[in-house]
């Protein structure tokens, strides 16, 4: 597939149908997605990047539709990716996300894209991060991204993402002991949901227990907040605590920070990538790949033993490398 | 990598029975399709804007309450009026001979009415758009 300079241009003019497409090559990882990113690039850096992240059934996605309409009613551009879990079977995906959109759907400053999470284990897909550069270049102010319904362990977000919320709610007592090693150190604000539900004081506690403990906390300090999504209450102060934080990580340095490590991070994994790719095709049909991976799954031989055989044939046949 | 073929699902208008249209969201999903729903009660415009932005392969419309012919052509000049010219549609419901006919016509590739195994419409989806998934 060649490169496709005009849909680019497209892109820079404001088109969505280009917009859209561009998203899906990056997302399937086209050949030559890469390209698309690399001329993207001087037209991003002005998008502020959300994480919102917290259980399954917590109202995530009603809650953010009241704060992109919040943000909308402020005249910012908004948009909103919504990332929903893959089949481990099939690897097909059901994404529902877009039922909560309601009547700001078609507010020509709002975009919302669903994405499958295509098999990545860490809340969000192994394209997110990319696809918020997409956005970032079609000149969105505020990108909110939506992991998959999350328990412990789904902390890309906090890497993807400028301030990221957890959102619980409660009655999750025992979830939130369990979840205390994960996804509670992530949080740059915290919401219960679904407030006015019994045992809305002892989640408050709970919540409130963990964060003293917490090492960021002493620098910051995370707020908790009440909500109920369904009426909106709560919403403005989901807001307003964004836009706090947002100027603590500006004025303290942490914004820079955080992305110039999350660049440097996605630089290593795209060399990664790619090795990883060429190296797959370079020794799929070579007889001494085929010949090692017989002899593993016989179990004639130990995966580590013929893992380092491989690594050197690489080395020596590949590479062309000589000496330790 | 991988290449996903995409279906928005969609409900337009003002019947709520959307028990077909989860089977048949299923139905693409266990087949690796990603699928995405829009929920009850969209307008033409609300439908078309969704399949702009998810960059959808094909838009699957399940309509039960008699306003199939308006429906569709709404969503046809929509998509037209656009400039989309590489997003099919297809339908299902209860819909009669006649206006299938006309259906086709304006540019629905195919109506799968009731008792029609998944399997069909899945396979019809997939010769039509494939990317070989």
Known sequence: ????????????????????????????????????????????????????????????????????????????????????????????AVLGDRIRIGDIGLNPKFYFRSLSSRGSLGGLSEATLDIIRVFDAFGKEIIIVETVGTGQNE???????????????????????????????????FVINKSDRDGVERTLRELQTMLQMNPLNDKYEIPIILAKSNTGDGISDVKNNIEKHRSYMASSGWLFARRSERNARDFKKLIERKFIKYLDSALAETPEFMKAESSVKTGEISPHRAGEKIFEYVRKKIFHLTGE | MSEKIKVLIAKPGLDGHDRGAKVVARAFRDAGFEVIYTGLRQTPEQIVNAAIEEDVDAIGVSILSGAH?????????????????????????????????????????????????TDDTVKFVKDRVGKGN
């Open chain 1, 155 to 189: 902390v890309d977000v906090m890497q993807a993402c400028d301030t990221t919320v957890v959102v619980t709610m409660p009655g999750t007592g025992d979830d939130i002991q369990a979840q205390k090693a994960g996804i509670l150190e992530i949080g740059n604000i």
């Open chain 2, 69 to 117: 012919n308006h429906c569709f052509s709404e969503i046809i000049g929509l998509l037209k009026k656009n400039q989309v010219d590489d997003i099919m549609i297809f339908g299902g419901g209860i819909i009669p001979d006649d206006d299938i006919t006309y259906l086709k016509s304006i540019g629905v590739a195919e109506i799968f009415g009731p008792g029609t195994p």
């Open chain 1, 1 to 92: 597939m060649s490169f496709d300079a005009a849909l680019v241009g497209r892109f820079i003019k404001g088109d969505k149908r280009a917009c859209s497409r561009i998203v899906s090559i990056v997302e399937d990882r086209r050949a030559r997605y890469e390209e698309y990113l690399d001329a993207l690039q001087p037209y991003g850096g002005g998008a502020y990047v959300v994480g919102i992240t917290g259980p399954p059934g917590v109202w995530k996605s009603t809650l953010i539709n009241k704060l992109a309409a919040q943000y909308l009613n402020d005249g910012k551009n908004i948009c909103v990716i919504a990332v929903d879990p893959s089949s481990p079977f099939s690897g097909g």
